[in-house]
């Protein structure tokens, strides 16, 4: 079973709109992190923002926010704004807490966005 | 402060060689991951390397090693190269720390083209 599934292989949406970037993932570890990356066509993963767990507040890095349901085990990325350097692929991804830590993050399949004018 | 730096960015290497790869992590980062990302796979977890000692390995035949040494910089190998190991391999680096908020932070990338 995937541990974590994005379900949108590709979005189109128009600048300034706000974008939501689904994301489900699955865990029997009750401590785990959740983040997201940013891959341009240039190949560089870009650090978004980070969810834990235990969080009780969503996290937001300026235009960045995520919509942390934990029953639903989903950690969906909100892109206020969007602007035409936001085209690119997003990934989920996700560390359990198992192993103090230890292992390495497991990612999604991604979605690409592109933003149009 | 700068970010984690990889060597070549691109690479050429026929069926049988064997290619060395290279990572220096963020100033201060003890933790070096190593990632390969294809078209059908996805982006794989390769291996953590922290303290020059390897710490988590995902599921990769034993022709790719790697190592990390003192100032925490690390060398990904694979030997007998396969068509299928054309790919982009990222590097990422960490503090190591054991907690799930000790966020990875990635380099460029080398692409490796096997022909």
């Known amino acids: 079973a995937q541990k974590i599934t994005q379900t949108q292989p590709g979005m189109f949406v128009q600048e300034k709109e706000a974008v939501t970037l689904d994301c489900t993932y699955d865990t029997s570890d009750p401590s785990y992190g959740l983040f997201w990356y940013k891959q341009p066509s240039s190949g560089e993963m870009i650090f978004l923002i980070y969810q834990g767990s235990y969080d009780q507040q969503n996290a937001t890095e300026g235009r960045y926010s995520l919509n942390f349901q934990k029953a639903r085990k989903s950690a969906n990325l909100v892109i206020s704004a969007s602007q035409l350097g936001d085209s690119a692929m997003y990934f989920c991804?996700?560390?359990?807490?198992?192993?103090?830590?230890?292992?390495?993050?497991?990612f999604g399949k991604g979605t690409h966005l592109i933003i149009q004018p | 402060k700068a970010g984690v730096t990889q060597t070549p960015r691109y690479l050429i290497k026929t069926r049988g060689q064997q290619v060395t790869l290279s990572c220096s992590p963020i100033s201060g980062h003890r933790s070096v991951s190593w990632y390969q990302q294809t078209p059908g796979q996805g982006l794989q977890f390769l291996f953590e390397?922290?303290?020059?000692?390897?710490?988590n390995k995902g599921n990769f035949p034993g022709r790719f090693s790697g190592r990390q040494f003192s100032n925490s910089r690390s060398e990904m190998n694979v030997s007998t190269l396969e068509l299928g190991d054309s790919a982009l391999y990222l590097c990422?680096?960490?503090?190591?720390?054991?907690?799930?908020?000790?966020?990875?932070?990635f380099g460029p990338g080398t692409r490796l083209t096997v022909l």
């Open positions: 990422a680096s960490r503090t190591g720390a054991l907690v799930g908020t000790d966020t990875q932070y």
């Open positions: 390397y922290f303290s020059e000692t390897q710490r």
């Open positions: 991804a996700m560390r359990e807490g198992r192993g103090g830590g230890a292992d390495g993050l497991t």
